[in-house]
Nanobody, 123 residues
């Protein structure tokens, strides 16, 4: 599986962005998907995850209520809608995939990673 993340950019605090992660392959619907981020000088951290069908989601406390993860299995794409952005959301955002029917929130459990897309939130 190859993952291509896009949608990052520069936005003012309070603004919104939508990240997309397009996956190759015909088995996308059997993959758990996740978003992680890594800020300069910090470790990669969990942001959000979604199960294969989109019926179960999980969020980091820091983004709960502001970010929404979703997926379109017909388009082999997972999204991360980010609203009310804060300067502390500035990071490179990565999407990840694992063949699993359960939700996965731990970075070490993911098998495939995208190249990352930079999100910069100015104050």
């Amino acid at each position: 599986v190859q993952l291509q993340a896009s949608g990052g950019g520069l936005v003012q605090a309070g603004g919104s962005l939508r990240l997309s992660c397009a996956a190759s392959g015909r088995t996308f619907s059997s993959y758990a998907m996740g978003w992680f981020r890594q800020a300069p000088g910090k470790e990669r951290e969990f942001v959000a995850a979604i199960n294969w069908s989109g019926t179960s989601t999980s969020y980091a406390d820091s983004v709960k209520g502001r970010f929404t993860i979703s997926r379109d299995n017909a388009k082999n794409t997972v999204y991360l809608q980010m609203n009310s952005l804060k300067p502390e959301d500035t990071a490179v955002y990565y999407c990840a995939a694992r063949p699993s029917f359960r939700i996965v929130t731990t970075a070490g459990e993911y098998d495939y990673w995208g190249q990352g897309t930079l999100v910069t939130v100015s104050s």
